[in-house]
């Protein structure tokens, strides 16, 4: 079952806030996130497991509501660099390795 | 440069031929993953090795499509009889510990 991303699009401005969600139906084990910049492969940014734990990366930071089964990813003062398309890719509860990538949210960082 | 490398980064085939890509993992890493993205969507699963052995398989995966990984090594992908649907960009993914590295991708057009 592929995991919801919200929203489809952002516009900021340098220096400003983003969050990008992603909920998913099923129980899940973990939840990755990836950029993804135009005509490249993913980058791997971060894994968040069971058990609810915040991870940060630079200024970019991510949490994971078990519960919920949800997980939001934190872009703090952007960048220009971090423009591109950002995919939560999810692993379910009991389930094989085998992430499911959502259809992506398109950040756009302007100067 | 994430250390997956894929073999070729472009292919342009007729309709009907055969392709077949490449994929070089990190050399320590047991599992590997192809994934198939097209325009707009996040990489969508089609397979996945645990050394030698391939474990699961996607239904988007049909008998044209086949996969090996010999000696548990590199793994090849080969889609026979191609149509213009194979069009996208075909990615191999070589976790290991909690990272996924995806290498850089082969973008198949058939005409």
Known sequence: QQPVQSPQAVILREGEDAVINCSSSKALYSVHWYRQKHGEAPVFLMILLKGGEQKGHEKISASFNEKKQQSSLYLTASQLSYSGTYFCGTETAGGSYIPTFGRGTSLIVHP | DTGVSQDPRHKIT???????????????????????????????????????????KSR???????????????STLEIQRTEQGDSAMYLCASPGGDTQYFGPGTRLTVL
């Open chain 2, 14 to 56: 007729k309709r009907g031929q055969n392709v077949t890509f490449r994929c070089d993992p990190i050399s320590e890493h047991n599992r590997l993953y192809w994934y198939r993205q097209t325009l707009g969507q996040g990489p969508e699963f089609l397979t996945y090795f645990q050394n030698e052995a391939q474990l699961e």
């Open chain 2, 60 to 74: 988007l995966l049909s008998d044209r499509f086949s996969a090996e990984r010999p000696k548990g090594s590199f």
